[in-house]
């Protein structure tokens, strides 16, 4: 479990096939202090397991659907990548809980920089779109946000400096991809609500319930 507060920024230092998977070295510093095999780390918002590590990097291994599920299927090297190891108990929960589980990918359609803010405008695909709402939480490559904007399946961030800064989101361009997981109680609440033979939630109820 994680909360979507980026620790460091790592940096892929190789990328290495491993059958149908791949080995991912990456490079960090700040994480690695207390870090340990079979500990996770979020990188980019992906949950990802510690094979093996050293004083300036660690390995971690992803398989074949979170190749395909995620951006990590054309990692490359030199890549930047937004690292965060697992929540602890004491931790404060600084962002919103954050599983590591990418529910799909979206495009960036624009990121607009001013002086004091940025706007962040992503396109993502339309079966996720029931679990957003405004003002609610997301997850953008594991940086916890809150939707300042909806327009269907279209959502506007809105960015302070820090964050911008302290994450990979300033090294985007519109067209590129990047990681989504949605906030997983809304998925919960759809489920429980289908099996009572309620209607499936929408942004409306949820307005209605006080969220």
């Known amino acids: 479990m994680f909360t979507g507060i980026i620790k460091e920024i790592g940096i892929i230092q190789n990328v290495s096939s491993l059958g149908n998977g791949k080995r991912l070295e990456i490079a960090a510093q700040k994480i690695l202090d207390d870090l340990k095999i079979d500990d996770s780390v979020a990188v980019n ?9 050293s004083e300036n990097s660690f390995i971690a291994d992803a398989v074949p659907e979170t190749l395909a599920k ?22 404060r929960l600084g962002g919103h809980l954050v599983q590591g ?14 002086r004091d803010h940025s706007l962040l405008t992503i396109e993502m695909p339309s079966e996720f779109e029931r679990y957003t709402i405004s003002k ?24 302070i400096p820090h964050t911008l800064k302290r994450t990979t989101l300033h090294t985007k361009t519109a067209g590129e991809l990047v990681n989504i997981e949605v906030d997983f ?8 609500l289908s099996n ?3 209607t499936k939630i929408t942004e409306e109820w949820l307005k209605l319930q006080g969220f």
Not at 185 to 192: P, T, V
């Open 45 to 53: 918002g992906v949950c990802l397991t510690v094979t093996d590590f």
């Open 70 to 91: 995620t951006t990590l299927g054309s990692a490359k090297k030199k890549q930047p990548v937004n690292l965060e190891p697992a929540l602890r108990l004491q931790d």
């Open 101 to 114: 589980h990418v529910d799909c990918t979206a495009v960036i359609k624009s990121l607009t920089v001013h």
């Open 136 to 159: 609610g939480s997301i997850a953008i490559d594991g940086v916890s946000l809150t939707i300042a904007r909806k327009e269907k399946s279209r959502l506007t961030i809105a960015l």
């Open 185 to 192: 109680f809304a998925k919960y609440i759809e489920q429980l």
């Open 196 to 198: 009572s033979g309620e």
